[in-house]
């Protein structure tokens, strides 16, 4: 699914550059790499304020936590995204209230968002998944009409561009109060280990979230909230420093990857491709086919006997997830993100991908349709 050792070879002798000057400087917690990354991040993204944190679900509670929210308000989010975007609501006794995806982008359906703010509503939690940006137009606005703020989940997105329709454009995580990512390894600026940061263009947002990071203090031993501790280490930084100057090619190379595959499997009845959104960039974090359910197991276990790996983005959406049934819902509440868990296949998607390997994975596709 991903090669981050060939991704690493390439540019091997100036990580390791980067990591030797870390340990012979020994300053391996909030070392001189900490904060050029986050001024380096803060111009990729052309945003006021980055603060790197120790993971991309701490960047999210870390953003809950910044915006003041309380026991019992209410985050809308998605149903279809990885666990830690729910994850980071309930640990902060939040009440996820999920909005059903749209069938096209697999992102957070604006109707169905306005139609779950209530009174208690504090925050709109849209995820931009699989690399490509909800519809920020409408989930802004809302948010703006009803009084909330919006923190963006672009673990998946960095690098990632929003064209709003008066023309602004906007990176993923600079359009909502808040926005989080990840540098897991296998995302699109991935690490040597675990890494996070939050965006924001609010001075006093910033602060907080930079004082939350660190205990609750802004003075050693002083302590002006409850914090946590998250922090990034020198040594992912300096790598990410490193990397982070590729991740506009790296983003490329996924792109011409996912370009090849909507030629080569475009044309298939019962396979629909990735929905392209007019008003966002696309940077391919997963190449996510939508099968007919049915197929879905079969196609899976065809390409594995055949050796093309495959993973299922995401099996159970959030609100049938065991640890979260005290919230109460039911199958059917989310029809949508339900038949995308029954129907979502993502083949390979890294910056490694060689034209034979994505001609050997298509035509291993259209061989199982075919038969
Ligand atoms: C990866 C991911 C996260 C969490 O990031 P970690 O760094 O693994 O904690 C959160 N949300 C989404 C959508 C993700 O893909």
């Known amino acids: 699914m991903v090669d981050l050792r060939g991704q690493y070879f390439k540019i091997r002798s100036e990580i390791d550059a980067a990591i030797n000057k870390v340990i012979n400087s020994s300053a391996f917690i909030n070392g001189p790499e900490v904060a050029s990354f986050q001024r380096n991040l803060e111009s990729f993204q052309n945003i006021g304020h980055a603060i790197t944190c120790g993971n991309g679900t701490d960047a999210l509670q870390i953003a809950l936590m910044a915006l003041e929210t309380e026991p019992g308000d209410e985050v809308i989010t998605t149903p279809f995204t990885f666990i830690a975007t729910v994850e980071a609501i309930a640990l902060l006794g939040l009440k996820p209230v999920f909005a059903d995806v749209h069938p ?27 690399g490509q940006c909800a519809d920020m137009d409408a989930v802004c606005g809302l948010a703006q009409k009803h009084g909330l703020r919006v923190i963006e989940d ?193 083949i390979p998607m890294h910056t490694e991908l060689q034209e034979d390997q994505l001609e050997y994975i298509c035509n291993t596709i259209r061989e199982y349709y075919k038969g």
């Open 104 to 130: 096209g982008s697999f992102n957070i359906d604006s109707t169905a968002v306005e139609q779950a703010i209530t009174s208690r509503t504090r925050v709109i939690l849209p995820v931009h998944l699989y």
């Open 154 to 346: 672009a673990a998946q997105a960095l690098g990632s561009e929003y064209t709003f329709k008066d023309g602004k454009v906007k990176k993923a995580g600079t359009m909502g109060d808040i926005g989080c990512t990840s540098f897991f390894p296998s995302k699109n600026l991935g690490c040597f280990g675990d890494g996070g940061a939050m965006f924001t263009g609010l001075p006093e947002v910033g602060e907080k979230l930079r004082s939350i990071t660190l205990h609750g203090s802004k003075v050693k031993y002083y302590h002006d909230m409850i914090g946590v501790n998250s922090r990034l280490d020198t040594l992912q930084a300096a790598i990410l420093d490193v990397k982070l100057k590729y991740l506009e090619k790296y983003n490329l190379s996924r792109s011409k990857a996912a370009g090849y595959y909507d030629a080569a499997l475009g044309d298939i009845d019962r396979l629909q491709i990735p929905a392209r959104s007019g008003q966002s960039t696309h940077i391919y974090h997963a190449y996510t086919l939508k099968t007919a359910p049915a197929d879905r197991d079969s196609l899976r276990d065809f390409l594995k006997q055949r050796g093309v790996p495959t993973m299922v983005y995401y099996p159970v959406p959030m609100h049938l997830q065991k640890a979260y049934s005290h919230y109460g819902y039911r199958e059917g509440d989310f029809p949508v993100a339900e038949e995308l868990c029954r129907s979502v296949l993502s």
